[in-house]
């Protein structure tokens, strides 16, 4: 069954749920090899996203995600709001005039989002950042729907090889962002990017994975 834009935005709000269930867990990790700000800027910049989507009316999954990603640039400092905000505008653009989409097409956007992050932040795995999460989690889920699996089985191997990504990142010493500035000090320390990331992809598993198993 095809991803509809009402699960798209059910998709986004448990995201929302996530970050500010883990808003005071996100910033202790920042705090650690960053600006101990990650889980507060994320929060508030997902309750703006909440607001907008309140206000929406056409159903639409690209200007739903060009929407997120608009608002998360306007309202979260730090390099959360650019990298966010690339992620849901680049998505964004690939499920442009789509009122749904399909497992693939949804694959695509999520690599699309991806790609883009990479392009803006210049970061490979490795580096300790979100993208540690966010690249397994899209050959995860690319791997799993060209073996046939359902959607469901699809989302669950993608949010298990984010946690996974996520997980690695704690022995690595940072080569981007803030905590590069740290050296062998960042060692030792989960990368609070790459755990709200995997907090992104669980929420998809969640919520989309829940809703094709019961429509299938």
């Known amino acids: 069954m095809p991803i509809s834009d009402s699960q798209i935005s059910d998709w986004i709000r448990a995201f929302a749920a996530a970050v500010a269930e883990n808003k005071k867990y996100l910033t202790e990790l920042d705090s650690a090899i960053g600006d101990a700000d990650h889980g507060i800027n994320m929060s508030r910049g997902m309750q703006a996203v909440l607001a907008k989507l309140d206000a929406r009316q056409a159903a639409d999954i690209g200007d739903l995600l060009k929407t997120v990603g608009m608002t998360l640039v306007s309202t979260v400092g730090g390099a959360g709001g650019p990298l966010y905000g690339t992620l849901f505008l680049q998505m964004g653009t690939s499920a442009a005039g789509k009122p749904e989409l399909s497992d693939d097409e949804w694959a695509a956007a999520l690599a699309a989002g991806v790609a883009g992050v990479q392009r803006r932040g210049k ?38 090889a984010a946690r996974e990504g996520m997980t690695a990142t704690i022995p690595l010493v940072a080569r981007k962002g803030r905590a590069s500035y740290l050296g062998e000090r960042s060692a030792n320390h989960q990368d609070p990017g790459a755990t709200s990331s995997w907090l992104l992809l669980q929420a998809a598993a969640d919520t989309l994975a829940a809703k094709d198993s019961q429509q299938r």
């Not at 300790?128 to 799993?144: F, G, H, Q, R």
């Open 123 to 160: 970061a490979e795995p490795g580096d300790k950042t979100m993208i540690d999460a966010l690249v397994p989690a899209v050959e995860a889920v690319k791997s799993a729907l060209a073996e046939g699996s359902a959607l469901d089985e699809a989302l669950r191997r993608s949010a298990e």
